[in-house]
């Protein structure tokens, strides 16, 4: 069996000072967003997994992922930035998507400055050797 050189991946960066529960709830929202939004679906490369009595264990990508922790907002910020100067396709999730209705969290996110945006994380998909090198200031979260 070859095993494929894969030239891509995902990578999430969280905030570690907030709550853990939060930064699942922000996470699953990324994900989502970020694969509902990616112009070519098929470059995420979703499959499915068969296991041995022949359940199937759809949608998961070949691609790693990758969750890094950040200190805070600002680097998660400063990212953010080099990610679009980059041209790297991203989801970001702040604050202000939290509480309230759907309504209220984007009226919220409208009537917010962006350098005043608290920023629970930020999830990627791009060359490996670009985002590494984006994120390398950054640890692994344990």
């Known amino acids: 069996m070859t095993t494929e050189n894969l030239t891509h991946k ?3 960066v969280l ?3 907030i709550p853990v529960g939060s930064l ?3 996470l ?5 967003g970020l694969s509902a939004s990616f112009p070519d679906i098929s470059a995420l490369r979703f499959d499915s997994y068969i296991d041995r009595d022949g359940g199937e264990h759809k949608s998961i990508s ?3 992922f990758i969750i890094l922790k950040a ?5 998660i ?3 953010r930035q080099e990610l679009i100067s980059n041209n790297i396709h991203f989801v970001d999730f702040t604050s202000t998507m939290t509480v309230g209705t759907y309504q209220e969290q984007k009226d919220r996110t409208k009537q917010t400055p962006e350098a005043e ?3 629970y994380g930020i999830c990627m998909f791009g060359d490996k050797i670009l985002l590494s090198q984006l994120t390398r200031k950054f640890s692994l979260w344990r």
Do not use: G, T, W
């Open 10 to 12: 995902f990578v999430a």
């Open 15 to 17: 905030n570690e000072k």
């Open 24 to 26: 699942m709830n922000a």
């Open 28 to 32: 699953a929202h990324m994900s989502a």
């Open 62 to 64: 070949d691609h790693p």
């Open 71 to 75: 200190e805070n907002s600002n680097q």
């Open 77 to 79: 910020r400063n990212l």
């Open 117 to 119: 945006l608290e920023y």
